[in-house]
T-cell receptor, first 114, second 113 residues
């Protein structure tokens, strides 16, 4: 079945460590997105990529990094520079980078700093 | 700033009652509008979308939404709520030269039996 797979579902990080969240899609979508979700704040865009080997910062990119070496993969690294990384992270993809296309979401990764 | 607003943070309805979730947008032209639903600990699923044409759009799970330009609104409705509709609902929009969707802060729906 086609879809988006995020792993792991739960992730614990010690302060000062970098961690990488995985996002893979087999929908042959060009565009991929990372959102952060905190209670009462909706979804905030971290990074997005409209094509392989290209990506742009979203609204809250500080403390995060991404790569897009393959069409199907868009990993997110939460660096030690991110001061408050505990949150629910959602990856999404769409056919193109146009806003009139539906976004398909993964099941999310819950990151907790311990 | 161009955005969407969901005025209601939390709504409780009885099973079988009607439902209306509010969404207002701020944009000069006609935006692309979406409603998504999120079950606890899960990703988002598209309920319906509006691009142009008929202002009343039908979606999955018995939901519908009406685009009202005069009120800058795109409210989500369901005639009779089921307990399984308890979830968080997000309105989102895109438009102009934007290459990303912007989401509202969400409305959490609780259904009482």
């Amino acid at each position: 079945d086609g879809g988006i797979t995020q792993s792991p579902k739960y992730l614990f990080r010690k302060e000062g460590q970098n961690v990488t969240l995985s996002c893979e899609q087999n929908l042959n979508h060009d565009a991929m997105y990372w959102y952060r979700q905190d209670p009462g704040q909706g979804l905030r865009l971290i990074y997005y990529s409209q094509i392989v080997n290209d990506f742009q910062k979203g609204d809250i990119a500080e403390g995060y990094s991404v790569s897009r070496e393959k069409k199907e993969s868009f990993p997110l690294t939460v660096t030690s520079a991110q001061k408050n990384p505990t949150a629910f992270y959602l990856c999404a993809s769409s056919i193109g980078g146009q806003v009139n296309t539906e976004a398909f979401f993964g099941q999310g990764t819950r990151l907790t700093v311990v | 700033a161009q955005s969407v607003t969901q005025p209601d943070i939390h709504i409780t309805v009885s099973e079988g009652a009607s439902l209306e979730l509010r969404c207002n947008y701020s944009y000069g032209a006609t935006p692309y509008l979406f409603w998504y639903v999120q079950s606890p600990g899960q990703g988002l699923q598209l309920l319906l979308k509006y691009f142009s044409g008929d202002t009343l759009v039908q979606g999955i799970k018995g939901f519908e939404a009406e685009f009202k330009r005069s009120q800058s609104s795109f409210n989500l409705r369901k005639p009779s709520v089921h307990w399984s509709d308890a979830a968080e609902y997000f309105c989102s929009w895109g438009g102009g030269t934007a290459s990303k969707l912007t989401f509202g802060t969400g409305t959490r729906l609780q259904v009482t039996l």
